[in-house]
């Protein structure tokens, strides 16, 4: 971590429906208390939301690392698995392998992964079947 | 360029023993406890009153007007809060209620029902033309607005910009009154009776709050017992009092009542300050687009449970169900009316509540880095059981504290044992034999 760079990172736990949502909290009042622009937060908001109910539902669990630099946030989400077998088709809007019990809770409209691309500056995917998925989402704060 | 901001909550010192109750239980963390005493950040405070509700020195003061300040104006109008109907026993009418008033000081007294009526067409005229982001989130809670400048800037733009049935009514009954008396709009007095300290704070009016076309609020807290008397001398008289209440007026003011300007499947009603947070943070993340409305009390209840009532919430709110079940819808809405004094924005609130975000650790984004990272530090030395000695209500709010120059990180009881317990070191070290080896030779003899 760079000098004037604040870095925390944060455990997800796949299926952990009742603390979804948390880490995307934490990391709007962090930003809020740096005073960052209410819609620039916003957006950091609604990226790092998809990107930990992503984790949550699809993935054995991961990481998030929110960085906070004078010119971007910076989030780089790492699963454990089991990985996306088409990227392209899951980066189209509507596509969702959602199973009925997410559907009822309300996810899988297949706005997920779109949604942080639309949010973001800079949006990275690679995932690879067996080995997991890693995001890199930027958004500029100037 | 600070602006001091008006709150209609005061701490009295002589009366606060310290205890925390109120620093814990504010939800924006708006207070600590500095030299034994409650101490307010005015910057946080929303007005919510929940401090009042907790206090049980007494030490939480309203600060609404009494009838005695009402003296300078020539003629004064009574607006009671429906929640003022659901403090007496269901035999007691909303209609000898507005005659009882008028026996303690005002010239009159008027229901806000039809206004009420108004309010909910120009929503519903609003809503058919909104074409911005979804949920619009209700503005008619003064805390809420509040807690959504001060903590959710970037939602203001989704408050409803329609001013709350109360509002219309002091509009409204003010020009009528100026009509039917002669008198100059400033000599008479539209006075909100106020189930909750937040309403005083628009009336009050200060920069970045939308103004109040009330001219004064009186607690319902204070005016009971007055009340009370009046309600009994009312009926003794034996002439049941005209009824100019309606369901459309009473159902504002408890929780789901707000009358269904969207279809109920496409909104949400949500009460009680730490629940309307939970929805707030999902409305920032981008969760609940699929609703139109969201409807927000401060209060667990809504209105009837307002910091200023004297009835069990619960009881007032049964009450308040009853009572919009035993009144008619009153007379129709005018609804061309309403509409073409909507076309020339009569129902709009003056200018759009602004975001007033609360200050940063820093101005300067390099030093608010540097300053989190901080508090991070502070963080990870503190014992994070927010025990509250420190006058914080929480490890992470003192951490802040620290940061910003406002506590010592010394006033943790936890920190500072850690200090005497290595200064306790350091001296041993100093002398050449640290006390618990002594203690050990002396177990060895």
Redesign the interface.
């Known amino acids: 971590m760079s000098q004037?760079?604040?870095e925390?990172v944060y455990e997800i736990t796949g299926r952990d429906f009742t603390n979804a949502?948390r880490v995307?909290?934490g990391i709007?009042d962090?930003l809020?208390?740096?005073?960052?622009r209410?819609?620039i937060?916003?957006r950091v908001?609604?990226a790092?939301?998809?990107a930990e109910m992503n984790m949550v539902m699809y993935s054995h669990g991961g990481t998030l690392t929110l960085r906070?630099?004078?010119s971007d946030v910076t989030m780089q989400v790492v699963d454990k698995g089991p990985g996306i077998q088409d990227v392209a088709l899951a980066m189209q809007e509507g596509y969702s392998t959602a199973t009925q019990e997410m559907r009822e809770m309300g996810f899988g409209a297949g706005m997920g992964l779109p949604?942080i691309k639309k949010n973001a500056d800079v949006f990275e995917i690679v995932s690879a079947v067996g080995t997991g998925t890693s995001l890199m989402i930027q958004v500029h704060?100037g | 360029m600070t602006e001091a901001i008006y709150h209609a909550l005061k701490f009295d010192t002589a009366h606060c023993s310290g205890c925390m109750s109120c620093a814990r239980i504010c939800p924006t963390q708006a207070v600590r406890v500095r030299r034994g005493h409650a101490v307010m950040l005015a910057d946080r405070c929303i007005d919510c009153g929940e401090c009042f509700k907790v206090c049980l020195k007494g030490a939480v003061l309203s600060l609404t007007d009494s009838i005695a300040d009402l003296s300078k104006f020539a003629y004064k109008v009574a607006v009671p809060s429906p929640a003022l109907y659901t403090e007496f026993d269901l035999d007691v009418t909303p209609g000898t209620i507005l005659e009882a008033l008028k026996l303690c000081g005002f010239d009159d007294a008027v229901s806000m029902s039809a206004s009420c009526g108004s309010t909910t067409v120009a929503t519903e005229l609003f809503f058919s033309e909104f074409r911005g982001q979804y949920p619009l989130i209700s503005s008619f809670c003064p805390s809420v607005v509040r807690l959504i400048q001060v903590?959710y800037?970037?939602l203001v733009d989704q408050l409803m910009p329609i001013l709350p049935p109360r509002e219309v009514a002091a509009k409204e009954i003010k020009a009528q009154k100026v009509v039917e008396t002669g008198l100059p709009p400033e000599s008479i007095a539209v006075v909100y009776i106020t189930p909750c300290p937040a309403k005083m704070v628009a009336i009050a009016s200060h920069p970045g709050i939308e103004a109040s076309y009330f001219d004064s609020a009186v607690s319902i807290r204070d005016l009971f017992q007055l009340l009370a008397a009046a309600v009994a001398k009312v009926r003794e008289t034996g002439r049941p009092p005209a009824e100019s209440e309606s369901s459309k007026g009473l159902t504002w003011a408890y929780l789901g009542g707000v009358p269904r300007m969207v279809p109920a499947e496409n909104s949400l009603c949500v009460a009680g300050l730490p629940n309307v947070i939970r929805i707030l943070?999902?409305i920032?993340?981008?969760?609940l687009r699929g609703y139109a409305f969201v409807e927000c009390h401060g209060c667990p209840e809504g209105c009837v449970s307002g910091a200023l009532t004297v009835e069990n919430p619960y009881v007032a709110r049964a009450r308040a169900i009853r009572l919009t079940q035993s009144f008619g819808e009153g007379p129709p809405t005018e609804r061309s009316k309403v509409e073409a004094l909507y076309r020339q924005k009569f129902y709009h609130v003056k200018a759009h509540p602004g975001?007033r975000?609360?200050?940063?650790?820093?101005?300067d984004?390099?030093r608010?880095?540097?300053k989190?990272?901080e508090?991070?530090r502070i963080v990870a030395l503190l014992p994070g059981i927010d025990c509250g000695a420190c006058g914080a209500p929480s490890c992470e709010a003192f951490a802040?504290d620290v940061v910003l120059g406002q506590a010592e990180e010394s006033s943790c009881v936890f920190v500072r044992q850690r200090q005497v317990a290595d200064l306790v070191d350091k001296l041993s070290d100093l002398i050449g034999a640290r006390p618990q080896d002594e203690l050990a030779k002396g177990a060895r003899k």
């Not at chain 2, 920032?284 to 969760?287: C, D, L, M």
């Open positions: 004037d760079e604040f925390r949502g995307s909290t709007k962090i809020k208390g740096m005073g960052i209410p819609e937060v916003r908001a609604i790092s939301y998809e906070v630099s004078p949604n704060i | 903590k800037p970037d943070d999902d920032e993340k981008g969760r975001a975000p609360l200050k940063p650790l820093d101005s984004i390099s608010a880095i540097a989190m990272k508090r991070d802040e």
